[in-house]
């Protein structure tokens, strides 16, 4: 089946939850890449404002603010408590890093579409060219399957996540 238009998935939001913010519902639009049911998922995640989380520790990019990352990372490492997936905020965390860095990809690529929120860095980070990016999101979704996998210190990887878009914004 083919994706859902945003305007599908917008309506669909609304729908199972009315109660959203409007802001809220057109940032889970856009991360939801046409699934409803990744929009639904990402919202009982707090994806929107993890994203908007994310987005404010990669402005400062090409050099990271080192005591606000580990403060995050702390944080997400930490996030889940009773009844909830303790890695919770880890998992998004990682998610939504590594498809941030693959829309990267795309539009260093030279691929249209940039989202406004993300327009103005993408501008900035995008001369370096695709390859960085590329390889900063493999090593971010490697870093993320190998942390559940063998049980390592989230907080410790979700900083290597991190200094991988770091070290890929210092290329070139």
Do not use: C
Request: proline share 6%; aromatic share 6%; charged share 30%.
């Amino acid at each position: 089946m083919p994706p859902l238009s945003d305007a599908d998935v917008d309506g669909l939001l609304q729908r199972y939850r009315p109660e959203l913010p409007p802001d809220d519902r057109a940032i889970l639009v856009r991360l939801a890449e046409g699934s409803i049911g990744r929009a639904l998922d990402l919202e009982a995640r707090g994806g929107a404002e993890l994203y908007g989380d994310v987005l404010a520790l990669l402005e400062k990019l090409p050099k990271l603010d080192i005591p606000a990352l580990h403060a995050f990372a702390e944080r997400m490492a930490r996030r889940g408590g009773e009844g909830e997936d303790a890695t919770a905020g880890f998992r998004t965390t990682v998610e939504l890093l590594a498809d941030w860095t693959a829309r990267l990809v795309k539009f260093a690529a030279g691929a249209a579409g940039a989202w406004e929120g993300e327009q103005p860095l993408l501008n900035r980070l995008a001369p370096r060219g695709p390859l960085p990016w590329a390889d900063a999101g493999d090593r971010i979704r490697k870093l993320g399957t190998d942390t559940d996998e063998l049980n390592l210190d989230r907080k410790q990887a979700l900083i290597a996540a991190f200094q991988a878009v770091e070290q890929a914004a210092a290329s070139g």
